[in-house]
């Protein structure tokens, strides 16, 4: 073989080489490109709000994103802004795909949540003024993991408390719904959680009643607000709320029971006589069983 065909021969094999190398690192090469989206809940047109995350978060929610091969850190924990359409993005250092092994990246809502995912217990509280859409939103713990061996990854987020959605329906009483004002809850504001093998458990409250402020009901959508997953005892003043130089009080006849990962509607027939429960819905977030109650002036 002459040295020409030796040189060409060596060439070729470099050029090969070369581009197998490039194959084989061009997926490590690349930075990690999230997106967000929220699992299971069906909106409805009667618990519908600006400020309720449904099917996607609201434009410039904070997450916080942990990367981990196998059970070991695999980069500094990262602070993401999600956009209205999914899109994730941060001022940090986006680390690369790792060049073996894939990569599991676990995140919360919200970002200033504190967790942990080894197994052990956490709290998280919800805010006591949930008039806004800042109070309500930074009380919608939600939680995401995704095992990847790609550098696009979608994180699915799932919510974790229950959310409640107040309506009030006056009838032919002459009053109107849209001007009752100060909505107050007496529940139970911080849960405790334990997530371990990315398998997520509730298993109990970290404090007892809390009067949580709901704002006024200045729409025909009502009030809302996110609680951890709890019971209401029969006779428990639950409700309150003011309509015309009055204030109504809901105390549920039997007991109430919230659970993670539902949406609960409930609308009262209120006249100047009084308030009573006109009906109640449990929603996906996942489907559940009807609860019922009445209230009093």
Known sequence: ???????????????????????????????????????????????????????????????????????????????????????????????????????????????????????????????????????????DFMYAYANSSTNDISLNFVHALSKLVIKLDVGSSGLTATNATDFKLQAATGARFRISNDEFTDFGLSNGPTTISLGNHTTTDGVACIIPPQSIYSGTSFITFKLAGSTYTFKPITELNFENGYEYVITLTVNRAGVKMKSSDINPWESGEPISGSANV
């Open 1 to 139: 073989m002459s040295f020409k065909q030796l040189l060409f021969a060596f060439c070729t094999c470099a050029v090969f080489s070369a581009c197998s190398n490039d194959e084989a690192t061009s997926q490590s090469a690349s930075p990690i490109k999230l997106r967000a989206g929220i699992k299971s809940l069906t909106t409805r047109a009667d618990a519908s709000s600006s400020k309720l995350q449904g099917t996607t978060f609201n434009d410039g929610a904070k997450v916080r994103v942990s990367f981990f091969q196998g059970s070991t850190s695999y980069s500094s924990d990262l602070t993401y802004t999600v956009a209205a359409d999914g899109s994730m993005s941060t001022t940090g250092s986006v680390p690369n795909f790792p060049a073996s092994g894939g990569l599991t990246v676990r995140a919360v809502h919200p970002s200033t949540a504190e967790y942990t995912f080894d197994g052990n217990e956490f709290d998280f509280t919800v805010s006591t003024d949930q008039s806004n859409e800042t109070g309500y939103c930074n009380s």
